[in-house]
């Protein structure tokens, strides 16, 4: 029998020497709140120190997913509190949008440090990567020690489709792929399937879906290392990893550039003429974030990276697309967003710069290099 402490949206359970987090929103396909991210960094803590657990597993409740991200909807709610008056856009002006506090800088403040305690895990990690784990079920496994995908993974950092940038630590991860595939994944907001998240860094081994509950069976007494080969089949092939155009395309130190050669190589590969249209389909200022942060972001510690995020983060926040993307895609479901900018062209480097200038008093505070 193993022993229950939390029941609730998350679930903490220990089974031998295992203990399990189980994210308990199937409905909401587990998405991370505020008190979900504060239960498992305490938990976390906790179990750090407590002799009689070897070894952490985290996983999703129900058959879609370990988990779809973060409650943006939730989100959209506080921008929606805070917006001027007249509904316009709050880019940077010097109005008191800045003093306004959100409620959701005090939750990525704690899902970052939760990202940076998981990295820093001083046991095992496993992380079953089963079904969807976006944005912030990235957050919460790919930071781990043990990344487990399954043939049924759709794994990725969506951001720029809802007017965002990848943050939870996603920067990082991306920004470390091989051969840029990380810059084509995280402007274009993909999903990966198994062996393209493991040949892009994000996740380390495939398993068969119907072998997840007898892997944790065998996890309550053996170590990872000894039991997960036993479980352990090829991922396939990667089409990332054989996609030789993505990273002459994404060479390119620039937005405009990389267009350019999409454009350029477009008549001859088709994934190179699809990817142009989703990025001109997608917000022209998040992509130039998401582009900025991920190439930065290679150069960073996780901590770092996080730091930067929580930066960008601040100011969008309080700017147009970020709300106006979450509006069309999952509160309105129109899916036809009006972006401001509307075009790449608009998106000066002042406008870029200020994304990525640190707001007084909203600055993250982490210990990084």
Request: include cysteine; glycine fraction near 10%; charge should be negative.
């Amino acid at each position: 029998m193993g022993r229950e402490t939390f029941t609730g949206d998350v679930a903490f359970e220990v089974r031998g020497h295992l203990g399990i987090i189980t994210l308990n929103r199937p409905k909401a396909m587990n998405a991370l709140t505020q008190l979900m991210c504060e239960s498992v960094l305490i938990q976390l803590e906790e179990w750090a120190a407590d002799d009689a657990v070897a070894q952490v597993l985290v996983r999703g409740a129900g058959e879609r997913g370990l988990c779809a991200g973060g409650d943006v909807v939730g989100v959209y709610r506080d921008m929606v509190e805070h917006q001027d008056h007249d509904g316009g856009p709050m880019l940077p002006d010097g109005t008191p949008a800045y003093q306004a506090h959100f409620a959701t800088e005090d939750f990525w403040a704690v899902e970052y440090r939760m990202n940076l305690l998981i990295s820093q895990y001083p046991k095992p990690y496993i992380a079953l990567m089963d079904g969807l784990v976006l944005g912030g079920g990235m957050g919460i496994s790919a930071h781990g020690s043990h990344r487990i995908v399954t043939e049924r993974t759709r794994a990725g950092m969506p951001e720029t489709t809802i007017g965002f940038s990848p943050d939870v630590g996603g920067t990082f991860l991306l920004g470390h792929a091989p051969r840029k595939v990380g810059l084509h994944a995280g402007m274009l907001g993909l999903h990966l399937g198994a062996a393209d998240a493991i040949f892009a860094g994000l996740a380390d081994t495939r398993i068969d879906s119907g072998s997840i509950e007898a892997l944790i069976r065998e996890l309550t007494s053996r170590p990872v290392d000894e039991a997960l080969p036993e479980f352990a089949v090829e991922p396939g092939d990667s089409a990332l990893g054989a996609a030789e155009w993505i990273n002459h395309v994404y060479s390119g130190n620039d937005v405009d550039i990389i267009l350019a050669r999409l454009d350029g190589v477009a008549g001859e590969i088709p994934e190179a003429a699809e990817a142009a249209s989703t990025l001109r389909a997608r917000s022209p200022l998040s992509v130039r974030v998401a582009h900025r942060a991920i190439t930065t972001a290679a150069e960073l510690s996780l901590a770092g990276a996080l730091i930067q995020e929580y930066t960008v983060g601040m100011h969008m926040l309080r700017s147009h697309d970020f709300r106006e993307g979450i509006r069309a895609q999952l509160v309105d479901k129109d899916r036809s967003p009006r972006w401001n900018p509307a075009r790449l062209a608009d998106v000066d480097d002042d406008l870029l710069d200020h994304f990525f200038t640190p707001v007084p008093h909203k600055i993250l505070e982490l210990p990084h290099d």
